[in-house]
Each structure stands twice: as C-alpha cells, then as structure tokens.
C-alpha cells in the first residue's frame, strides 16, 4: 500500500524534499481531502479544486512565511493551509471555534492579512513591496489574484502604482473565467483575446532568445530590453493590457502542470522587474459535478461523496433572497421601468430568473461596489425608472461614499436590497453583515426597514417605490414564513404592535421578533407581561407608537442582530434622551463590538447572548424581576 504523503507535511519545507512525482500524488491527496472535509462542512469548494497545483508549486519555489503570498479574496487557500501545518485542524473549516475559511493571520505566520473581499491583494502586495525596500530586506511579495479581481476599480488602482523597477514583485493572475457568478466586462474580454492570440508570448520568448545571440552585449540587452519587446509586441497583440503598466506579462501557463508551474516561477525569482503570470485553472478540477456547476459549488452545501450532490435541505421554507428574488420578478414583469442592478451577485441574491428574462432590466456589473451605487443613482436620475440595488451588507460598506455622494445627496430613489444583513456564520469576520445600520443612519433622508418574515418583506418592496426616497430593505440569509395573505401597502416609519402587555416592553428587529416573541413568553410564564414591538422602520422611527407605549412602559429591550453599539438599540436610546425619557430602564441585546469569527447561526447566536434563554436570564437580573417575584412567592 502506498504511503500518504500529505500527512508529513507540516512545513513548506517539507513541500521542498519531494520530487515532482510526489507533487503530482500530493495534490490528488490534496484534492480529496476537500472533497472528503467540505462533502460534510460545505464550503469554498470549486475554487480550491482548482488552485491546488499552483498553492504546491508556490511552496516548492518560494520561502514562505518570509517570501509573502498575499492572496485575493483567499477563499482559496484550503491547500495553502494544509500546506502550512495546519492539515491535522482542516476538519474544522469553517467551524466553530475552527479553522477561518480565509487567511487569517492569527492562524499561522504563512497568513499575512484577513482577506474576504476581491480586489484587495495588489494594494496590500504594493505597500508590502514598498515596506520590504525602505527596509532593505530581500523576500519576494507575491499577490495571488483572481482574473474577477481587475474588474475591481481598486484594483486598477494599484496596478497604475505598480513601479517599472520594482524587483521581486510577481503577481500571479489565477485565471479560472468566473468569481461567483460568470465575469462580465471589458478586462474579462481582453482576457480572453490573450487566451486566443498566443502570439504575444511567443514573439517574446523568440526575441529574447535571437537577442540573447548578439555576441558581447546579448545577456545585458536580453536583461533589460524588454521595453524594447513590449512595443514589437505591440504591433501584433490585440490585447497587451499589462505592458501599460510597466509590469511584464508571462503566459499562459497551465495551471494544473506542476511542472511548467515551477520551472516558470524559479525563472522569474530573480527579475527586476514586476512580472504577472497568468495561470489557467480549471473550476473544480477533480471533480466532475463541480466542473459541471462551478456556480453551485463555488460556495458548495454539503453533498454526497459518493454523487456529488448536494444532500436534501432540512428546511422546507424558503429563505428571504429566494423570496426577494422570485418576488422582485413578478414586480419586473408587471412593470417595465422596473430594473436590478448587482455587483457579481446575481447567483447568491437570487437574480439569476429575472436575468435570463429581463437581460436588459437586471444588470450585473462585476466586481464594482461603488461603481454598481453611482450606476444606480445615474439610471434613476429623471425618476422615470425604478431601480433597485441588490448587495450584500459587508459588500455594501465598500460603497460608501458613493452611497452618501451619489445617492443620498442627490436625493435618488434608488432602493437597496441588503442581503446577508446578520452574522454570516460559517464564512465569519469578513463577511458579517452587522454594520449597515450605522452607516446608513448617518444618511440624510434614508429609509432603513427590516422584514420579519418573507410576507413583510414583499409589502416593504412594493410600497418602497412610494416613498419618493433613497431606502434600505435589510433581511438576513435564512429561511423564513412566505404567507400567501394579500400584500398590502406601509405606510412610511409604521410600526407593528404583534402583542400587548403592560411591565415591559420588548422591540424586537426582524426576525429577531421571534426570539422577542419567546422571551415574551418566559415572562409571561413567570407572571410578567410584555408589549412586542415590531418597528419594521429602524428610520424614521414611529415615534408616535413609542411615545404611546412610553406611557405605560418603563421598561424597555431591545434586540437585534447587529452591532449594538450602532443599531436599533443606540437610536432608541438617542430617541429616549433626546425626548427626556429619563426614567425608563433599557437593556439593548445585539452584537457586541467585537470581530465575530465563524461558526453555525445557532453557536454564534448562543455565545452572544442572544438565544431567549440568555435573554430571559438577563432581563429578570437585570431588571430585578427574580427578586419581585420572590416577594410575591
């Protein structure tokens, strides 16, 4: 029986001593050992499949943690941490208290940064390679870029900073034609002409290699002519996007040859100039269902080893994107100024039906949060269309200016679908959406709703158009009730009172009315009645309700799935004080300010403090309702 090599490696180092044959069974142990963890963790599945040979060639050439793989995104570095001595801890990817799904620097020194959004990797390799030379240090900075990556304006950005003498700076472009969602625009087209004109590579080794010949002076012109190439380059190359930036272009190399891999990458460790390789992966590589559907199994559920499918679902519910989606597409198909934009989230928020039939009317712009929030302000100018903005709430904080400048000072009713808006659970600190409400309060004239069910959340997307005014629709990633009651129209900051009672008073935001609803319980069940309050419209507030309530409740809770300190429960108590409710006792339950890491729903929810029980127990000690029912005991 043949002996397994992945689990002696615990180093780099180890990667070192084995032969390219080795390699080769390497990365098939590699490759089934996600399949094997993720079939029951779920994860980045498709992504990983296809970067295992070039995470194995990385560490062959180069001297990790000291040379700095700085990667994009980093969803896809699973080998790089089984690589790195952490293989014996991967069968807790994504779990609680287990591995992060992303680099995480407190994870390993081979980790350089905390990396969940595209676009990143060029800026942080830059300052990194800047830091390296005012320090006279000597390791190579390699940034492991996607090709979704340049359709990030901030990436461009950095690639018009990249310097021509920049040494030991090797960009490697993981070409595998998809992020998310297939790519869209320009940059993905040119990509594609070097793909189809393999002329630009050819005429560049051709020249280096006739010039190299030129007695006494080869070596030096071939070394530092290759200003010279660009331009011949120029006369045949449809597409020679990265010579504009001075940094010079290697490829394509196959991706899953070992290899071409490290023979390319010991060949350019010594130049001196930045140089990009581009590398073709194959999606899913070793695995024929992720090949197949690279968009399904980009964020992969768990599913049969054996099939590779995807195991049943244990909820029969619907969740609120698949809600938003299917309901958004009944609106478009009744209106025809209604139009959808989202920045390469078409898949995850449930877009992909209105797309294929309104392809004009729901429009993905790639990876461009900023972009997608002006392009948005710029379709509804004259208010003749109805748009509507769809995107992530972590996504969503990349887009703030253009959100406060092009949006919300314009006075634009453009209408923002939040998704994701809570914890994110498994995929952890990056991406937790529980900052929005913040930002979005700071905003001048923004509406800012949150759904309790799936029902509410179809009457705030057919009334919002109403309210003449930019507006916010939050709702988590989780299965909710749908109803099939007659939608009716809200009115604009109208709460809901969902019980009455007459000790305390409990708001309750979202589906966090549920949890409410359950300490409601409790307390009735220990002989305290509570009011529930659902305010639907965290701005404007219903005041008036408030008010109302105020006068026969003094004693208040708030929860949320948010950051406390900048949610639901601050703008209640700024309403409180400003109002000169100084008299009433109020407990605000959310989200601590505290980096949340990954975990299931229901484990993050337990360790906050935020499951009824935690509430229930907190509440009758803080309030010192333990101690008035003992008195009447």
């Known amino acids: 029986m043949t002996k397994k090599i992945l689990p002696l490696i615990q180093s780099p180092q180890d990667v070192k001593l084995l032969s390219n044959g080795d390699l080769v ?55 790089h941490k089984m690589l790195t001595g952490r293989n014996h801890l991967f069968h807790g990817i994504r779990k609680y208290q287990g591995l992060c799904g992303f680099s995480h620097p407190k994870e390993s020194p081979h980790d350089h940064f905390f990396a969940g959004h595209a676009g990143t990797a060029l800026s942080l ?45 090797i960009v490697i472009l993981n070409d595998n034609a998809m992020s998310i969602s297939k790519n869209v625009g320009a940059i993905t087209r040119i990509l594609s002409r070097m793909l189809s004109n393999p002329t630009t590579y050819k005429i560049q080794h051709e020249l280096d290699t006739i010039v190299s010949k030129i007695p006494s002076y080869g070596a030096m012109l071939a070394k530092h002519g290759h200003k010279i190439t660009e331009s011949l380059k120029n006369l045949v190359s449809p597409a020679v996007f990265f010579e504009q930036y001075g940094i010079s272009y290697i490829g394509p190399v196959d991706g899953h040859d070992i290899r071409k891999l490290i023979d390319t990458f010991d060949a350019l460790k010594d130049s001196d100039w930045p140089v990009i390789v581009h590398v073709l992966t194959n999606k899913g590589q070793g695995m024929e269902e992720a090949i197949k559907n690279p968009v399904s ?36 198909e009744k209106d025809p100024s209604l139009v959808a934009v989202t920045p390469a989230m078409s898949a995850g928020s449930m877009l992909d039906d209105f797309m294929k039939k309104f392809p004009d009317r729901c429009l993905d712009v790639g990876i461009a949060e900023a972009h997608s929030v002006t392009f948005c302000g710029g379709l509804v100018y004259g208010r003749k269309m109805k748009v509507v903005a769809s995107i992530y709430s972590t996504f969503l904080q990349r887009a703030f200016d253009n959100l406060f400048h092009d949006v919300c000072l314009q006075e634009l009713p453009v209408v923002f679908a939040i998704d994701r808006a809570g914890l994110a659970g498994p995929d952890g600190s990056t991406h937790n959406g529980i900052y929005d409400i913040s930002f979005l309060n700071a905003m001048p004239n923004m509406i800012i709703s949150q759904p309790r069910n799936g029902h509410v959340l179809k009457e705030l997307l057919e009334s919002s158009f109403s309210w003449g005014r930019p507006a916010a629709i ?34 309750g935001l979202g589906h966090m009315v549920y949890t409410a609803m359950q300490v409601k319980d409790k307390l009735k069940a220990a002989g305290i009645n509570a009011t529930v309050l659902d305010p639907i419209f965290v701005k404007p507030l219903d005041s008036d309700l408030l008010c109302q309530l105020l006068l026969t409740h003094r004693r208040i809770i708030t929860i949320e799935e948010h950051s406390v300190v900048s949610g639901l429960g601050s703008i209640i108590n700024n309403f409180l004080m400003t109002q000169g409710y100084t008299n009433v006792q ?24 935020l499951t009824p029980d935690k509430i229930y127990q907190k509440v009758t000690a803080q309030f010192r309702i333990r101690d008035q029912l003992a008195l009447h005991a």
């Open 586 to 609: 109020v407990l605000n339950f959310g989200v601590p300010e505290a980096f949340i890491e990954q975990g299931s729903h229901a484990e993050l929810m337990n360790e906050l403090g």
């Open 297 to 332: 199994y980009h964020g992969a559920k768990p599913f049969d080893i054996g099939t590779g499918k995807f195991l049943p679902v244990q909820s029969t519910k619907p969740t609120f994107p698949k809600i938003f989606g299917a309901h958004l597409l009944k609106m478009a």
């Open 125 to 169: 390799a830059l300052g990194v390679a800047k830091n390296r030379d005012l320090t006279k240090r000597q390791e190579h900075v390699i940034p492991i870029i996607g090709d979704a990556t340049l359709t990030c304006g901030m990436s461009l950005e950095a690639l018009n900073n990249v310097p021509r003498d920049l040494k030991r700076f």
């Open 25 to 79: 069974l390497l990365a098939q142990e590699v490759r089934q050992r996600i399949i094997e963890i993720l079939s029951i963790n779920g994860g980045h599945l498709a992504s990983n499949l296809g970067s295992v040979e070039l995470t194995i060639a990385l560490h062959k050439v180069f001297e990790s943690p000291e040379d700095k793989f700085i990667w994009d995104v980093s969803h896809q570095t699973y080998a």
């Open 474 to 507: 939050r709702y988590p990633n989780m299965a909710t009730e749908e109803g099939d009651a007659a939608i009716q129209p809200r009115k604009l900051g109208r709460g809901e009172v969902l019980c009455e009672g007459e000790d305390i008073l409990i708001i």
